[in-house]
């Protein structure tokens, strides 16, 4: 089992749709988690940090959920600006560093 | 403008040749990183450091070496014994490794010849 799994996707989607990814991490020391994006060939960029407690960017809704062991992120009225590959990265600093990608998740959105 | 700064963007590597691929930040980050990215495959840590001087092997860093002498400087190099080379090399910084928030240079693509 990998350590972030995320679904490959692609998920297709029209203008104006709500669209969410989810994220699984098996190490249970974790503790800072984040969400970036990708685009084509290009470095990944920090998209939001993201909370037990939940937080809202505008569009961009994330979600941790530690008893579970998952990170979501949920994307209101995506534009086509939207499409790229959304990374979310689990990383822990204390007993030892380490920090894991996952392979990210494509987003096309179509108008 | 503050920012991460890789050269080159593109680089050849011969058979049997080490290479280098620089990495600047002008962001007065501690800690500073070497991933390498391969097609559908998530970014895999090579080495880190959390200070000048002092770095650390991350999970891939068989065939590759670093060196931290100056706090804005963290060239990886690409040694003969890294028999798969060809990837999309990624460097990153941030203020340090506790809640990092990583940034990220735009990267160098490796090929072999």
């Known amino acids: 089992r990998k350590e972030v799994e995320q679904d490959p996707g692609p998920f297709n989607v029209p203008e104006g749709a709500t669209v969410a990814f989810n994220c699984t991490y098996s190490?249970?020391?974790?503790?800072?988690f984040f969400w970036y994006r990708q685009d084509c060939r290009k470095e990944p960029k920090l998209l939001m940090s993201?909370?037990?407690s939940g937080n809202e960017d505008g569009r961009f809704t994330a979600q941790l959920n530690r008893a579970s062991q998952y990170i979501s992120l949920l994307i209101r009225d995506s534009k086509l600006s939207d499409s790229a590959t959304y990374l979310c990265?689990?990383?822990?600093?204390?007993?030892?560093?380490?920090?894991?990608f996952g392979a990210g998740t494509r987003l096309f959105v179509k108008a | 403008d503050g920012g991460i700064t890789q050269s080159p963007k593109y680089l050849f590597r011969k058979e049997g040749q080490n290479v280098t691929l620089s990495c600047e930040q002008n962001l007065n980050h501690d800690a500073m990183y070497w991933y390498r990215q391969d097609p559908g495959q998530g970014l895999r840590l090579i080495y880190y450091s959390q200070i000048v001087n002092d770095f650390q092997k991350g999970d891939i860093a068989e065939g590759y070496s670093v060196s931290r002498e100056k706090k804005e400087s963290f060239p990886l190099t690409v040694t003969s014994a890294q028999k798969n080379p060809t990837a999309f090399y990624l460097c990153?910084?941030?203020?340090?490794?506790?809640?990092?928030?990583?940034?990220f240079g735009a990267g160098t693509r490796l090929s072999v010849l």
């Open positions: 190490n249970s020391a974790s503790q800072s």
């Open positions: 993201v909370y037990s």
């Open positions: 990265v689990v990383s822990q600093h204390t007993g030892g560093f380490k920090t894991i």
């Open positions: 990153a910084s941030s203020i340090g490794t506790a809640k990092n928030i990583q940034y």
